[in-house]
């Protein structure tokens, strides 16, 4: 399974793309990427969703994943994330940083 973090936006304005592959990273963190998903129910959100209020210099995420022969997208700025995303978006950030 493969997941993609897109970081577009913010102050700077430079974007930045996170990759994690489980078979990268140790069993112990890939088995919690299932978990997350169901959880923000991710392949059942739409491919945008739209922020309430938008904000300059904030940020927007492109996430994809790729499971079991699928792909899906959601893009979102960042003061419209769901709270049911935002677990699975620390998790990329978190296992990017410390299994790479």
């Given at each position: 399974?493969?997941?993609?973090l ?6 700077a ?10 078979a ?5 963190t890939?088995k ?16 945008y969703i ?9 940020f ?5 994943v790729?499971?079991d ?10 003061s ?11 998790w ?9």
């Amino acid at each position: 399974m493969r997941v993609y973090l897109e970081r577009t936006g913010g102050f700077a304005g430079m974007p930045r793309t996170t990759k994690v592959d489980t078979a990268d990273i140790s069993q112990e963190t890939a088995k919690q990427l299932p978990q997350l998903l169901q959880e923000s129910d991710f392949f059942n959100l739409p491919a945008y969703i739209d922020s309430p209020n938008p904000k300059p210099d904030r940020f927007n995420y492109m996430l994809t994943v790729e499971a079991d022969g699928k792909t899906h997208t959601v893009s979102v700025g960042e003061s419209g994330v769901p709270e049911n995303l935002k677990p699975l978006i620390s998790w990329i950030n978190s296992a990017a940083r410390t299994e790479v």
